[in-house]
């Protein structure tokens, strides 16, 4: 992999990992018009840490809250809002890590095919588009705090646990799935992004982890290809956080429905004539 292609590939991954458009999806598409013949586990795992860590620059605030809140929770033995903010986390990523564990081989089966991939673009349009009727009234909040945070229930956590664990299927975005999966749920749209984005970071988190106990080989050439690769995701991660927040803030997810059907139209369209 050139470094001009790690570039555009860490843009791509940081941008489409927070808007809800597909990471996976994306860079399944890009690729191909790269040419990259080898999927590189290695670099996966660069760019999505790069990510991660665009997630505690901008959260940094209600992450702090959570645990500050859970060690006074353990000190008084008491359950506050931020420890049980956390213990709805940990339900909603049981069915994400049941899902992941056990669909593993089936998903990564999926990443070769883009017919698969444009379907599931045009399916993660249809989802964003049911939240258009849905009218919350979040607009004055600060959307990366931990200020009036809506109660979260045990069957919300457990559907955007579940929405989080479909994404794993490239085409299927995981901020978008879960985010409207919470609105749809009944969640206000502070809550539903919050928990989206701190949800991610464990699911992030034990990916990684997966796809690197699966490299065979490391070469320290390609030691500099990672960092630019994880520098880009950082970078535009940012930036595709801030944008999808102006979105979610504004209720206007489903503006992204119709680049989603473009896109998942124009991807099976090229699968069938290429």
């Known amino acids: 992999m050139e470094i001009f292609q790690s570039i555009i590939l860490g843009i791509v991954q940081g941008l489409t990992e927070f808007l809800p458009v597909s990471s996976s999806g994306h860079l399944v598409v890009f690729q191909k018009l790269l040419a990259l013949k080898e999927h590189s586990l290695i670099f996966d795992i660069a760019v999505h840490l790069g990510t991660l860590l665009s ?10 809250t959570i645990f500050s809140s859970f060690f006074k929770s353990l000190k008084s033995r008491s359950l506050n809002e931020g ?67 809506q109660k979260i229930s045990f069957k919300q956590a457990l559907l955007i646990g579940l929405a989080q664990g479909a994404a794993i299927a490239p085409g299927i975005s995981r901020a978008g799935s879960t985010i409207a999966m919470g609105i749809l749920s009944g969640l206000d749209r502070k809550t539903a992004a919050l928990f989206s984005f701190l949800i991610s970071v464990p699911a992030i988190l034990g990916a990684s982890l997966l796809q690197f106990k ?3 080989s490391w070469d320290g050439d390609f030691l500099t290809v990672l960092l630019i690769g994880g520098a880009s995701s950082y ?40």
């Open 83 to 149: 420890s049980y903010f956390l213990m709805m986390m940990v339900v909603a990523s049981v069915p994400t890590a049941i899902i992941g564990f056990s669909l593993k081989d089936l998903f990564e089966q999926l990443f070769s095919s883009l017919l698969w991939v444009g379907v599931f673009f045009i399916v993660t349009g249809i989802v964003l588009k049911l939240t258009q009727k849905k009218s919350m009234s979040s607009e004055s909040m600060s959307f990366t705090d931990f200020k009036d945070i």
């Open 235 to 274: 970078v535009s991660g940012l930036f595709g956080l801030w944008f999808l927040l102006k979105f979610v803030k504004k209720g206007r997810l489903e503006v992204f429905s119709y680049y989603l059907w473009l896109l998942g139209l124009g991807v099976v369209i090229f699968h069938f004539f290429s």
């Open 214 to 216: 699966d490299v065979t």
């Open 55 to 64: 997630i505690f620059t901008l959260y940094h605030k209600p992450i702090t």
